[in-house]
């Protein structure tokens, strides 16, 4: 795992290109937000049961329109199929399926671009439903201003 981790790395050392989307939102406009109905104590039947996350998330026909909406105030290059709208906290740590505050448009291609943090996603997500991590520890990696640093330490890379 340590060398997968360290070979992705190895891509990602270099400086994005001059004018290249940060990857991460901007937390003014995209602070996050949770998912009320998701617990501690309910996660099994929750954030950890088979067709939850399926069942919350919103149509496509939504985070596109919305995903425009964004792209057009963030002044963002490119067509729309460029980005993936993201949720910030994952649904599957709980993050709020539809409130703007916790989705933005992610880049698909660069540096540390959204098939990365979903990687993260999915390790933190596994280990919230493993009892490895709390709720609010899983909540907490990715309401930190920089997930990349999240992503570093998560995988102890640093």
């Not at 998701?38 to 399926?54: R, Y």
């Not at 880049?107 to 490895?132: M, P, Y």
Request: charged share 25%; proline share 9%.
């Amino acid at each position: 795992m340590r060398f997968i981790v360290l070979l992705l790395l190895a891509g990602l050392a270099f400086p994005a290109a001059a004018g290249e989307q940060d990857p991460f939102p901007d937390h003014q406009r995209t602070p996050g937000a949770l998912n009320p109905d998701v617990t501690q104590d309910n996660l099994q039947e929750t954030v950890c049961a088979a067709g939850w996350i399926e069942k919350i998330t919103p149509p496509p026909a939504q985070l596109d329109k919305l995903k425009a909406k964004q792209m057009k105030q963030l002044h963002l290059r490119g067509p729309a199929k460029n980005y993936q709208e993201d949720h910030l906290v994952p649904l599957c740590a709980g993050g709020s399926p539809s409130d703007p505050r916790n989705l933005w448009p992610q880049r698909i291609e660069g540096d540390w671009n959204s098939r990365v943090k979903d990687q993260l996603e999915t390790a933190v997500c596994k280990a919230l439903c493993s009892g490895d991590v709390t709720l609010e520890h899983a909540r907490s990696i990715f309401l930190e201003p920089d997930w990349t640093k999240e992503f570093l330490k998560f995988y102890h890379v640093e």
